[in-house]
């Protein structure tokens, strides 16, 4: 599996990739114009933090068995999003990027947030929805755009902006390579598949990428969320 994986690497910007339609990680829309003291929660290897303008004050949490463990994260706290271990009103701003699927109370997370950032503050998050199980056994669940708004509320924030990163057909495409790629991980004997599993990979990516272009997006079906919330 991890020749499969390295190999895979070195094709990760080309269409013969599985997760090419996916594009390279971007930072949330409005985090450049950020200010004061921003929180990362789940911040892995920081890569948010080039991101923000050189004037925040930059605090990286992550998880101890998931964070270390899995990640090589490397936060200035090992910590449990749903107990923070910071003061009432204490950060401008937090990140909270593909988190809230790894936690088994998503809503004591939101109230957690909202519970560290000043009245204002803003919260920028995200949620796979449509997305193949990850992180196992640290994977709990999936939010409908509805969920997401419905805990944030219940928080004391307020959705101010809420989209999904990818045209339908791209998310429809992402799938089906993630299907093909994913049926051979960790089987040795199943190698033999791999010259047929890439030229599908890439016509579908070419289709995918094509037709999104040409065909009308459906909001319902979502890779995932990316939510920006403020706190009331």
């Given at each position: 599996?991890?020749?499969?994986?390295?190999?895979?690497?070195?094709?990760?910007?080309?269409?013969?990739?599985?997760?090419?339609?996916?594009?390279?990680?971007?930072?949330?829309?409005?985090?450049?114009?950020?200010s004061?003291?921003?929180?990362?929660?789940?911040?892995?290897?920081r890569?948010?933090?080039?991101?923000?303008?050189?004037t925040?004050?930059?605090?990286?949490?992550?998880?101890?068995?998931?964070?270390?463990?899995?990640?090589?994260?490397?936060?200035?706290?090992?910590?449990?999003?749903?107990?923070l271990?910071?003061?009432d009103?204490?950060?401008?701003?937090?990140?909270?990027?593909e988190?809230?699927?790894?936690?088994?109370?998503?809503?004591?997370?939101?109230?957690?947030?909202?519970?560290?950032?000043?009245?204002?503050?803003?919260?920028?998050?995200?949620?796979?929805?449509?997305?193949?199980?990850?992180?196992?056994?640290?994977?709990?669940?999936?939010?409908?755009?509805?969920?997401?708004?419905?805990?944030?509320?219940g928080?004391?924030?307020?959705v101010?902006?809420?989209?999904?990163?990818?045209?339908?057909?791209?998310?429809?495409?992402?799938l089906?390579?993630?299907?093909?790629?994913?049926?051979?991980?960790?089987?040795?004997d199943?190698?033999?598949?791999?010259?047929?599993?890439?030229?599908?990979?890439?016509?579908?990516?070419?289709?995918?990428?094509?037709?999104?272009?040409?065909?009308?997006?459906?909001?319902?079906f979502?890779?995932?969320?990316?939510?920006?919330?403020?706190?009331?």
């Amino acid at each position: 599996m991890s020749r499969l994986r390295a190999f895979a690497a070195l094709l990760k910007r080309t269409p013969l990739h599985p997760q090419w339609l996916l594009g390279p990680r971007r930072p949330p829309a409005g985090l450049a114009q950020s200010s004061g003291r921003v929180l990362d929660i789940g911040a892995a290897d920081r890569w948010v933090q080039p991101h923000l303008p050189a004037t925040v004050e930059y605090v990286a949490l992550d998880y101890p068995s998931t964070g270390r463990d899995l990640y090589a994260a490397r936060p200035d706290v090992f910590a449990d999003a749903a107990a923070l271990p910071f003061a009432d009103a204490s950060f401008d701003g937090v990140i909270c990027l593909e988190v809230l699927e790894h936690v088994a109370a998503p809503a004591t997370v939101a109230a957690e947030i909202a519970r560290v950032l000043k009245p204002g503050g803003t919260a920028w998050i995200s949620m796979p929805f449509l997305y193949p199980l990850h992180d196992a056994p640290y994977d709990y669940q999936r939010y409908t755009e509805f969920g997401l708004r419905r805990d944030l509320s219940g928080a004391g924030m307020d959705v101010v902006a809420l989209d999904k990163p990818l045209h339908a057909i791209r998310a429809a495409g992402a799938l089906a390579c993630l299907a093909i790629a994913g049926s051979l991980l960790g089987r040795s004997d199943r190698v033999w598949l791999l010259p047929f599993a890439m030229p599908m990979v890439l016509l579908i990516n070419i289709a995918a990428w094509s037709l999104s272009w040409l065909w009308p997006d459906w909001h319902h079906f979502a890779l995932g969320h990316n939510v920006q919330a403020r706190r009331r």
